[in-house]
């Protein structure tokens, strides 16, 4: 595609409800990243896959964030039994290149 | 904990002054980029530089990277109110990973 997508764009959830959140990367691109943003503040890596081997989760919060990339194409970021502290956007991005990286619109989601 | 430490973190100028937001980390990089993020849409990349003393320029927007390859700037020349946002560096280790700042929020004034 001509970019990086990233579905849904708002998500909704209630404490304790598991959400998956996808990402569709620029076609060819090999890098994929996660991040998560607060509000106001920078993105915080959380994983990174190279095809589909996830080369680095040391981000990950807890156990209860997990990141798929199973054909080296789309990933998928699951988080588990939510809570509110997990509000935040969500950023996908990939690369082509180790010089730069190309981001999506981002998930909102909001736990209530 | 911040790899890049970005400065000022907020900013409120008027449209025509001049502006030079800072990168700096204790870190050397193998790259560095920057990129301007508007609310409700992801960052966009602006430029990457790579070489350390390199100079790029992008229209009003100057960007430079340190020789030691650990910090940068990004000088803004008569600012207008459409470079308003959140900018964003940030930096790419050897292994692909790149490490964001806490950004800058550019607020100008019409």
């Known amino acids: 595609g001509a970019g990086v997508s990233q579905s849904p764009r708002y998500k909704v959830a209630k404490r304790g409800q598991d959400v998956a959140l996808r990402c569709d990367p620029i076609?060819?691109?090999?890098?994929l990243f996660w991040y998560q943003q607060a509000l106001g503040q920078g993105p915080e890596f959380l994983t990174y896959f190279q095809n589909e081997a996830q080369l680095d989760k040391s981000g990950l919060p807890s156990d209860r964030f997990f990141a798929e990339r199973p054909e080296g194409s789309v990933s998928t970021l699951k988080i588990q039994r939510t809570q509110q502290e997990d509000s935040a956007v969500y950023l996908c991005?990939?690369?082509?290149?180790?010089?730069?990286?190309?981001f999506g619109q981002g998930t909102r989601l909001t736990v209530v | 904990t911040q790899l890049l430490e970005q400065s000022p973190q907020f900013l409120s100028i008027q449209e025509g002054e001049n502006l030079t937001v800072y990168c700096n980390s204790s870190s050397v990089f193998s790259s560095l980029q920057w990129y301007r993020q508007e609310p409700g849409e992801g960052p966009v990349l602006l430029v990457t530089v790579v070489t350390g003393g390199e100079v790029k320029k992008l229209k009003r927007l100057t960007f430079q990277f340190g020789d030691a390859r650990k910090d940068s700037s990004l000088h803004i020349t008569a600012a207008q109110p459409g470079d308003t946002g959140l900018y964003l560096c940030a930096g790419a280790n050897n292994f692909n990973k790149f490490y964001f700042g806490s950004g800058t929020k550019l607020n100008v004034k019409p």
């Open positions: 076609s060819g691109h090999v890098s």
């Open positions: 991005a990939s690369s082509l290149l180790a010089t730069e990286a190309f």
